[in-house]
């Protein structure tokens, strides 16, 4: 168990539906980041937040949007969602800022199927 | 702009049989880091190893140990005396350490089969 938890488990929508993933850090961590598997794909990197405020962005669609709030939990906001958006949806944090740095622990995941 | 690559898609061994998992990567910066992250069936991301690009010590930890080499961009991983409960997608991961960009780079992974 890395410390990081992450909810829901699963989800099942249908497109065009608007969904909110929920991830929150290891106690201490201040860092949060936000990773996409898929099947074409691979693993990767949308979005880092360290201490309420996004730090770095990488291939995240302009439908989704991210937040860090007060108490350092972080939530995934995915819109107008299509087929190609089901995917498992890590969350990862570490201690600092400087993600390539450290090391960062995943959560469980969230299995996001839109049909 | 980093790349991995982990051209082996799947292996599979015969349980007790010795393992190794190939990992090339690219970079143009002199700090990077590499990871190694095992993806069981059940689907969670578990962290193996960080190593950083000053140290080329190889590392042993019980049946798993890592091999890094600067000279050929590879961070190999070896399991010794495999078990089946080392069946698993592997991943090789990169960072690189400029300053606001330092997001982990994957593979695309191994999966390994154990074979009782």
């Known amino acids: 168990d890395s410390g990081v938890t992450q909810t829901p488990k699963h989800l099942i929508t249908a497109t065009g539906q608007r969904v909110t993933l929920r991830c929150s850090p290891r106690?201490?961590?201040?860092?949060v980041y936000w990773y996409q598997q898929s099947l074409d794909q691979g693993l990767q990197f949308l979005i880092q937040?360290?201490?309420?405020?996004?730090?770095a962005k990488g291939n995240i669609l302009e439908r989704f949007s991210a937040q860090q709030f007060p108490d350092l939990h972080s939530e995934l906001n995915l819109s107008s969602l299509e087929l190609g958006d089901s995917a498992l949806y890590f969350c990862?944090?570490?201690?600092?800022?400087?993600?390539?740095?450290?090391?960062?622990?995943f959560g469980p995941g969230t299995r996001l199927l839109v049909l | 702009a980093q790349k991995v690559t982990q051209a082996q898609t799947e292996i599979s061994v015969v349980e007790k049989e010795d393992v190794t998992l190939d990992c090339v990567y690219e970079t143009r910066d002199t700090t990077y880091y590499l990871f190694w992250y095992k993806q069981p069936p059940s689907g969670e991301l578990v962290f193996l190893i960080r190593?950083?690009?000053?140290?080329?010590q190889n590392e042993i930890s019980g049946r798993y140990s890592w091999n890094f080499q600067k000279s050929t961009s590879s961070f190999n991983f070896t399991i010794t005396a495999s078990q089946v409960v080392d069946s698993a997608v592997y991943f090789c991961a990169l960072s690189e350490a400029d300053f606001g960009n330092e997001k982990l780079t994957f593979g695309t992974g191994t999966r390994l089969t154990i074979i009782p």
């Open positions: 190593r950083n690009s000053f140290d080329e």
């Open positions: 106690s201490g961590d201040l860092s």
């Open positions: 990862a944090s570490s201690v600092g800022s400087r993600g390539g740095l450290e090391t960062q622990y």
């Open positions: 937040y360290y201490n309420g405020e996004e730090r």
